[in-house]
């Protein structure tokens, strides 16, 4: 069963991108989005930074997570065609990733890949603990996050 769906903007470098560790599993799917390729999103939900909150009442419905920098999300965003249903991750994470951005500033709450897709799952009940295995500061993450993990248990 696939439980998430990763659409990555084709100027996301491999080198730097979180995700790329997991490619090859079962339960998910990667798409590399192609000028003027179209994603039909609808019934799915995509995690975004201004929605209401995830929560055990959307599992059982696929999850969209979109690859890119801040700066190239709206591109990103344009592919998509259909009515997905927009959530956020609630309120507390923290990301461990080191940001290092001189072109744009990073939205408050903003997570690498892997840390949003690791919690999305958590809060769907997919709880994935090698999912973060390849994931350099995956100690650091699980740390810092430890209160909103039990939190969300």
Not at 98 to 110: F, N
């Amino acid at each position: 069963m696939v439980k998430a769906t990763i659409i990555r903007h084709p100027k996301e470098r491999l080198s730097k991108c979180s995700l790329e560790p997991l490619r090859g599993r079962g339960d998910l799917v990667f798409y590399k989005a192609t000028r003027g390729e179209r994603f039909d999103v609808s019934g799915k939900i995509i995690l975004a930074v201004d929605a209401p909150p995830l929560s055990q009442v959307d599992a059982g419905n696929e999850l969209v997570l979109l690859d890119s920098t801040w700066r190239l999300l709206p591109d990103l965003e344009a592919s998509l065609e259909g009515e997905p249903t927009r959530r956020s991750l609630p309120a507390g994470l923290l990301t461990a990733y080191p940001r290092v951005s001189k072109i744009s500033e990073d939205p408050q709450g903003g997570l690498a890949s892997v840390e949003a897709l690791y919690a999305a799952l958590w809060l769907l009940g997919h709880i994935c603990s090698e999912m973060l295995d390849a994931y350099y500061w995956k100690d650091v993450f699980l740390e810092i996050n430890r209160q909103w993990f039990e939190e969300h248990s």
